[in-house]
């Protein structure tokens, strides 16, 4: 018998802002709901390894979505989509998770998500703190910055910029063979680096944080030490401020950390998901 995995993918459609999204995403185990959120320009693949970790499948549901625009989830058929430039708007990512979540009847589930995902993830737990147990956020800041969203429309930027721009937010320390990994999903992104950065740009908890409410939806923060765009002390300071919140420091980590490390990624996950699991 060949060899599969026990992941099963399927559409669902959604409709946001009165646009029909055809959405992809997969599942795998059975439990508590952990829904895992890819990063800016990213996709789902980024995930694979918890989908196929029968150590969390065994108590969790795990399911990864592809957001609109990004992976398996094409643009929406409804609409002329190449009129328009797209922007990860707040409306568009609020209104996908709230719809997610309502189509396949997921009680309060736990989140999780690095970069711009965990931007949104605390974005998401302090407007509506019922909507998720928890919120393992990796990578956050307080306030995102202006980045430069024009960056990636250069047409050659696929061959000769994103193999050396994405290693350099891998971790050295982090095995070659999955950091060229997480560089081949990059590049089979579209337009999504630029859109994603959108939202990243307008993410601001500066005079929020102590509206937080961990008693509702507990707030984990992850941080590593080769990530470039949130340091240590970005992390910790954040995690100052937020009341309650749980913080956890990876050594040897970068941004994507899922992906390009699994199996130390996991040596820190694993407590965090076991301590959930207990609580609920």
């Known amino acids: 018998m ?88 707040k409306g568009l990512l609020f209104g996908f998770y709230l719809e997610f979540i309502k189509a ?27 909507l998720f147990r928890a919120v393992i956020a990796h990578g956050c800041v307080i306030k995102g910055g202006k980045a430069a969203n024009g960056l990636f429309y250069h047409p050659e930027v696929t061959n000769t910029f994103k193999i050396p721009f994405v290693m350099y937010f891998c971790s050295p320390f982090s095995p070659e063979k ?32 102590d509206q937080f409410d961990t008693s509702r939806c507990a707030i984990y923060l992850l941080t590593s030490d080769y990530n470039p765009t949130s340091s240590y002390d970005d992390t910790i300071k954040l995690s100052s401020l937020i009341k309650g919140s749980k913080l956890t420091q990876m050594k040897g980590m970068s941004l ?15 407590p965090i998901l076991e301590e959930i699991s207990g609580n609920k």
């Open 2 to 89: 060949a060899k599969t995995d026990a992941i099963v993918g399927r559409y669902i459609h959604l409709t946001i802002e009165d646009v029909d999204y055809r959405v992809y995403f997969e599942e795998s185990g059975s439990g508590i709901p952990l829904i895992c959120q890819h990063g800016g320009g990213g996709e789902g693949m980024e995930w694979r390894h918890l989908l196929n970790d029968p150590d969390i499948t065994a108590k969790y549901r795990v399911i990864v979505p592809d957001l609109p625009y990004h992976g398996k989830s094409l643009p929406p058929e409804d609409i002329e989509w190449w009129k328009q430039e797209y922007q990860a708007t």
């Open 256 to 270: 994507v950390s899922n992906a390009e490390n699994p199996p130390v990624f996991k040596s820190y996950l694993m």
């Open 178 to 209: 999955d950091r060229r990994l997480v560089t081949w999903c990059a590049m089979q992104t579209a337009v999504g680096e630029n859109g994603d950065l959108y939202y990243y740009n307008y993410h601001d908890l500066t005079d929020k944080t």
């Open 104 to 130: 396949l009847g997921l009680e309060r589930p736990v989140y999780i998500g690095n970069a711009i995902g965990a931007s949104l993830g605390l974005d998401m737990g302090l407007e509506y703190p019922d």
